[in-house]
């Protein structure tokens, strides 16, 4: 009988422990779900036509994030903002302004997220725009005035004194100490250095820069140039860095006027700020004639005989070839065209455009490219061959006439990835003993931090069936014990 008894209490205790574990490994797989966890925040600086409403993040282990606000008159909403792809992995707040609102309106809003995992989304919470041309100082009145101005600054509902930001003596702003604080002042703007300009002729140069970014954010850079320094009213196209600390970028201007001295800087922007590099100048060439042969030889004219028209002497034929490596993450567009991110199994396209410079027709043209060791080499354009020895890709262009060009390209795919790495790859072409080399084509491979523990969120309904059954399995277990 005590035999029994003692058995019965073991088995009690079992049934004990493994239902205490259960409850940890659900909780645990709970845990690892890979949504992002969104939080609406209030509005502030609301006018009688406009507000900026705030959310916070907590990106679910993988990047990048997508945020918008959805907003309107009623708590159907109804209307979105734009939405912004953010990389960032640690959580922060996001800010976006809502325009063309109708005086003394009620508006509710709430911030919204996703992820390739889900979207999630924060409570609704509302606000009333002011009058028309009712006093606004929120913006021009933060400082030493904030807590003694009978204004709402930060828009919570609390004025001066009777805001927590205003609880001490020495507090100058209401903002302090209270709700969501925007990270991004905690990180500095982008720096850019200008670097010497290279004169190609006497109508075209090309211009240098160099950006550097504390963060992993999307970052545009440019420059801005012309002939006079206080008047830089041009501006080349925009490019993006791919999200590299630091990236090198370089643009070409046409149609310049000769032996002119003109002054540039490269500038970059992100949502942090923008910076501006030092002014540099650089002289456009001297427009030199073509020269014209005349001999100088004293000749004997013969009155009588027919005059010989003058022949233009006789120019050789010019042979030049250009190379340029563009690159295209086709599973997640992101990027510039020779500098994209990637996750492990996204599919990377490569194209290389060959093109005759020259004046004279090229021949037995050969183009070499190479599939770097983290990917895959899946295709690749016609006339090529692969070598599985050294993942080495070589086309024979036959023919180029002058300003003729031919594109080339193949296709692979990111490997499993363990950590994150930059893959720098570069093409060539040869012309009898010439090598020309292209420009470099990068990919940053950003290794994942975090991989989805289950396949659908673990509700309370699956986690009560999950205990129901380990309990009714247990529990026969135990009364089936003599």
């Known amino acids: 009988m005590y035999l029994k008894s003692g058995i019965k209490i073991i088995i009690l205790s079992l049934f004990i422990f493994l239902l205490g574990g259960l409850f940890t490994v659900t909780q645990a797989a709970s845990n690892q779900l890979t949504l992002p966890q969104i939080y609406t925040s209030s509005a502030f600086d609301v006018t009688f036509n406009s507000a900026s409403v705030r959310g916070r993040i907590r990106p679910g282990g993988i990047a990048p994030t997508t945020y918008w606000i959805e907003w309107g008159v009623t708590k159907a909403l109804g209307r979105t903002t734009q939405k912004v792809s953010d990389p960032r992995l640690d959580s922060f707040t996001f800010t976006q302004t809502l325009t063309n609102l109708n005086p003394e309106t009620r508006y509710y809003f709430r911030a919204v997220g996703e992820n390739q995992f889900g979207r999630d989304a924060g409570n609704i919470t509302s606000f009333s725009t002011r009058k028309f041309n009712d006093k606004i100082n929120f913006s021009r009145n933060r400082g030493r005035t904030q807590c003694n101005d009978d204004f709402d600054n930060d828009g919570d509902g609390l ?12 507090d ?10 925007d990270p991004r002042p905690t990180y500095p703007p982008p720096a850019v250095i200008t670097k010497p300009a290279a004169v190609l002729n006497a109508t075209t140069a090309v211009l240098g820069g160099q950006s550097f970014v504390n963060t992993s954010t999307a970052t545009d850079v440019w420059f801005e140039w012309g002939d006079s320094p206080t008047a830089l009213n041009n501006t080349t196209r925009r490019q993006r860095n791919g999200f590299l600390p630091t990236f090198d970028f370089s643009d070409t201007l046409y149609v310049l006027r000769p032996n002119v001295i003109y002054y540039y800087r490269a500038v970059a922007n992100n949502i942090y700020g923008i910076a501006k590099g030092d002014i540099q100048t650089f002289t456009t060439a001297v427009f030199v004639p073509p020269a014209v042969n005349q001999s100088t030889k004293k000749r004997t004219v013969n009155k009588s005989a027919t005059p010989s028209p003058i022949i233009p002497p006789i120019q050789a034929d010019k042979k030049e070839v250009a190379i340029i490596k563009e690159v295209k993450n086709r599973s997640l567009p992101n990027g510039t065209a020779t500098a994209v991110s990637a996750r492990g199994g996204d599919v990377i396209d490569f194209n290389i455009a060959v093109k005759n410079t020259g004046t004279a027709p090229l021949t037995d043209l050969v183009v070499k490219d190479s599939v770097p060791t983290a990917l895959e080499f899946l295709n690749s354009s016609r006339g090529s061959l692969y070598s599985n020895a050294d993942n080495g890709i070589t086309w024979i262009i036959s023919s180029l006439q002058p300003n003729e060009n031919v594109n080339l390209s193949f296709s692979a795919r990111t490997k499993k990835l363990t950590s994150n790495a930059l893959i720098s790859t570069q093409a060539s072409v040869r012309e009898n003993s010439r090598k020309i080399e292209s420009n470099k084509a990068l990919v ?11 396949a659908e ?26």
């Open 444 to 454: 940053i491979l950003n290794a994942p931090t975090a991989a989805p523990a289950v």
């Open 159 to 170: 004025i001066d004194l009777r805001d927590p930001g205003c609880e001490n003596s020495a």
């Open 172 to 181: 100058n702003s209401e903002r302090t100490n209270f709700g969501f604080v």
């Open 457 to 482: 969120k673990n509700t309370e309904s699956n986690r009560d069936k999950e205990v129901a059954t380990a309990f009714t399995a247990l529990g026969e277990m135990f009364y089936r014990q003599p």
